[in-house]
């Protein structure tokens, strides 16, 4: 491989990671469930696409593998999941009492992503020269994105998304830095990922039926001052 | 190959208990299966107290996956020791309303999943995978956590699915910067032992931040303040048996893998991790303290003391040394037999009273003696009165700080002790023997109902004494096997 492809493929890796860290912005400012899972979609295909670009760059097969399990696991069978588990409901949800506005949700993710890019560079120097890429940066920014996600939304969907979107800044920076750990570890955890889907659609299911909403993240019964006293007053 | 039957034992019973035969069986194939795993485990640890390490029973080629050492061998054993009498405390448990089958088979499926999960995380020798099986946990027992359907055990079991799996993600990439440090450092197998071999050539920046990241990504599962949140929420909506299991092993099991960075974090100049688990310990401690005070219901009593438990392990772990090591051992032992027992004494309250107020619950000892007689055991045996358990092992870790100069740390965690001791005998005894219809007017049915015994299942009071018998015997004496296994366990936290 001559250096001008080398060239070629660290320019498209960038591009990749690059829009991977636009959608999970686009995450965190979507109000409308079904965009967050879209945009959720094509940041699996982006991971996917950094994972087989890296692995031609560096002849490595194993990344190949990374790549054909997410094109796989999260553009396809984590819908389908959702929809045999899951009520219908939860697609059509907008949130409409976010914690924060979206120009002030977007500042504070802005601020997150400067943070992880000066822990990043330090941190991908230490491991090698090689690794210098723009994946370990992105990829604890997303990884911080994604946690984000999590604290400020209330929708059942938009917060497993956001657990979803963890997991794909881990991996980004895994396929750099961590490049050959193994096909099955690599399996095991997207088979893990899918292990979540289902556990948490069959509990947004049981919170719909017995409580009737979807903003699990607003369920507030249970505190210090007022004791649980174990008496169900579900609404129908 | 007796570690590959051990995990397997459990998922056997899973399938078999949703095998539409008679309802009956169902249970029994659980307490069967956690019989059996406990006695093969028994063995195993034997064969690893005797062998003084992993010895011959395992092939080479299975070492890079697999790998048991005292301190796996302490966890399993400790594992399968609640996993049995939570299985038997189940049997009554939830025969005391009609369940559709359906229900309890998923009850006795999800419960034997989650019993092969936390089985896994010691045995496991590959960090990635054991990171897989702590998730795995997590997920096996959220259905369990939501078992009672109602409004404040759904969002529990959400509340605990969402922050238990953040933190996975941040625990996750600790895994991942820690496997690039080993490549950085020219690299070796994967596994904890490996680990501990190639760190003095690791990039110590690599090292610090995969530590940080692991203890506060698992620490949030652990329940160290102030990722604890959502901790009383699904150790007190859970069915009791399984709040024994979230409570005595499973906090436990994942406090485990941060401890197994240890002996890797002693070989990097300057890493401080001693440090840092003397702070987030102490300040677990502290908090959960203070928070026991001015609890209001008696099973988020219990779920506050592992906080404070899960706090005192890790700073006698910071406080380092071998005696301080041995305590933190101990202690461990202590929490989970005394925790499991204290939630199956919670469980019999709540099934005689039927609320989980403490303020509704005055004189338990008329309504039902042998419930109100093991609130206030488990009371005492949990704040750690003599000659209890609880007691030995934190007298020993406080001796151990004393002998090492730590005197601030030792002190506040001693001052800390006292106070949650204050904390849960208060609350215990206005409930057990408080006057009953004075103090809570509120409850008028129950004035009436007070007069008719309560009778607990026998499966119950059978539990209640399994576990009593070692929450009460090993403050007073230590086999010795299990001061051989403790030592081994203890030595496995030491470079």
């Known amino acids: 491989m001559n250096e001008a492809t080398e060239q070629l493929l660290e320019n498209l890796n960038a591009l990749a990671t690059g829009l991977f860290l636009l959608t999970a912005f686009g995450i965190v400012a979507m109000r409308q469930a079904r965009a967050c899972l879209n945009l959720f979609i094509l940041q699996s295909l982006l991971l996917a696409a950094s994972a087989a670009l890296l692995g031609l760059r560096y002849g490595s097969g194993h990344l190949y593998g990374v790549a054909l399990v997410n094109l796989i696991s999260k553009p396809i069978i984590v819908p389908w999941l959702l929809r045999k588990t899951s009520p219908a409901e939860i697609y059509t949800r907008r949130e409409i009492d976010q914690v924060l506005d979206i120009p002030t949700a977007l500042l504070i993710a802005l601020a997150l992503v400067i943070g992880a890019y000066f822990v990043g560079v330090p941190l991908a ?10 994946n370990v940066p992105i990829g604890i920014a997303v990884l911080l994105l994604g946690a984000f996600t999590l604290t400020v939304r209330r929708e059942a969907l938009s917060l497993l998304i956001g657990l979803l979107v963890m997991e794909n800044g881990a991996f980004l920076t895994g396929i750099s830095i961590a490049r050959d750990l193994g096909v099955l570890v690599e399996l095991a955890i997207a088979t893990d990922g899918l292990v979540i889907v289902f556990i948490m659609g069959v509990l947004v299911r049981a919170v719909q039926k017995q409580i009737g909403t979807t903003a699990v993240g607003a369920l507030s019964s249970l505190k210090e001052t007022t004791a649980a006293t174990g008496t169900d007053e579900a609404q129908p | 190959m007796s570690v590959i039957v051990i995990l397997l034992l459990p998922l056997v019973a899973a399938l078999l208990v949703c095998i539409p035969l008679a309802k009956r069986l169902v249970a029994g194939v659980t307490v069967v299966s956690c019989l059996a795993d406990l006695i093969l485990i028994a063995r195993l ?10 010895g011959e029973m395992l092939d080479a080629a299975w070492s890079k996956w697999i790998a048991v050492d005292g301190l796996s061998a302490l966890i399993l ?50 960090p990635t995978l054991v990171w897989i099986v702590v998730e795995l946990t997590t997920l096996c027992s959220a259905l369990l956590v939501s078992f009672d359907n109602t409004r404040e055990a759904l969002e529990a079991a959400w509340k605990y699915v969402v922050l238990s ?28 032992a490996g ?18 990241l692991i203890l506060i990504g698992l620490g949030t599962k652990v329940g160290l303040v102030p990722m604890h949140t959502w901790l009383p929420d699904a150790h007190s909506q859970a069915p009791s048996p399984v709040c024994a299991l979230l409570s005595g092993v499973e906090t436990t099991s994942i406090l485990y893998v941060i401890l197994r960075l240890f002996p890797v974090m002693q070989a990097v100049p300057g890493a401080h991790a001693e440090t840092w688990a003397i702070i987030l310990g102490l300040i677990s401690v502290g908090t959960a303290a203070f928070l026991l005070l001015q609890v209001k219901d008696y099973k988020r009593l219990f779920a506050f003391s592992t906080v404070e438990h899960m706090g005192i392990i890790l700073a006698a772990i910071g406080l380092g040394g071998s005696a301080a090591d041995y305590g933190a051992m101990q202690q461990i032992v202590s929490h989970s037999v ?58 020993l870790i406080l001796r151990a700080g004393l002998a090492q100069g730590q005197y601030v740390a030792t ?46 299942p026998f499966s119950c009071g059978l539990a209640l004494i399994l576990a009593a018998v070692p929450a009460l015997v090993l403050g007073v004496y230590i086999p010795e096997p299990l001061h051989d296994l403790l030592t081994l366990a203890a030595a496995a936290v030491m470079r």
């Open chain 2, 45 to 54: 640890t034997r064969q690893v107290v005797a062998d003084h390490g992993p």
């Open chain 1, 125 to 134: 120097d230490a491991v090698g020269p090689e690794f210098r890429g723009p």
């Open chain 2, 77 to 126: 054993l400790l594992v399968a020791l609640v996993a049995t009498t939570a299985a038997v405390y189940s049997v009554g448990y939830l025969a005391h309303e009609v369940l559709p089958a359906k229900k309890l088979r998923l009850y006795h499926a999800n419960y034997n999943l989650f019993i092969f999960s936390m089985l896994a995380i010691p045995v496991l020798a590959e």
């Open chain 2, 165 to 192: 799996l953040m933190g996975a993600g941040v625990a996750l990439f600790g895994f991942l910067v820690l496997f690039a440090a080993m490549r950085a450092g020219g690299g070796g197998t994967y596994t904890w």
């Open chain 2, 411 to 456: 002190g506040l965690l001693a001052t800390f002790i006292v106070i949650a001791f204050f904390g849960v005998m208060a609350h215990m005894n206005r409930m057990v023997f408080g006057a009953p219809a004075s103090l809570a007017p509120e409850r008028e049915d129950s004035g009436s109902e007070a007069s008719e015994r309560f009778r607990l």
């Open chain 2, 195 to 212: 680990l501990v071999t190639a760190a003095p050539r690791m990039p110590p920046i690599l090292m610090q931040a995969a530590f940080l």
């Open chain 2, 338 to 395: 005394t925790k499991s027992f204290c939630f199956y004494a919670a469980g019999a309250a709540l099934l005689a009273v039927g609320t989980r107020e403490i303020a509704a619950v005055r004189g338990l000892i008329r309504r039902s003696p042998l419930a109100g007689a093991a609130l206030i055991f488990g009371g005492l045996a949990i704040a750690g009165a003599p000659p209890m358990a609880v007691f030995l092992s934190e007298f």
